[in-house]
């Protein structure tokens, strides 16, 4: 594979990486306010007529949910962005071995070997 290929999937998996970890951020984001949120929601529409004599185990399972979600898709981050390192080591080693084919020297004049 010529070098500026192997350079550009090597870019391209660094961006994943990027992407992977503020998805992550913004799942336990998307936890926090769900958590903070969605029981007053609940309880406003849905239970506003409702004589409740103890918390309904819809509201108390909210915050357990939530985090598991987070919690899963972060583990998740963390395997994928272990493998993607893995990958772009294995690929800039084979950068650095692969010949620099398309660089011309400065000094060769017309000869560019």
Do not use: W
């Not at 007529?49 to 583990?75: H, S, Y």
């Amino acid at each position: 594979m010529k070098r500026s290929a192997l350079e550009f999937q090597i870019s391209q998996m660094r961006q994943q990486k990027v992407v992977l970890a503020l998805n992550s951020l913004l799942m336990f984001v998307g936890a926090l306010f769900t958590t903070a949120l969605l029981p007053q929601i609940l309880f406003k529409y849905l239970y506003a007529n409702a004589q409740l004599t103890e918390e309904p185990a819809l509201l108390a399972r909210i915050p357990d949910v939530c985090f598991a979600v987070a919690g899963l898709f972060f583990l998740y981050a963390i395997v994928n962005e272990v493998m993607l390192t893995m990958k772009i080591n294995a690929a800039q080693k084979e950068v650095m071995a692969a010949p620099m084919d398309d660089v011309c020297c400065v000094d060769c004049g017309d000869n560019c070997n």
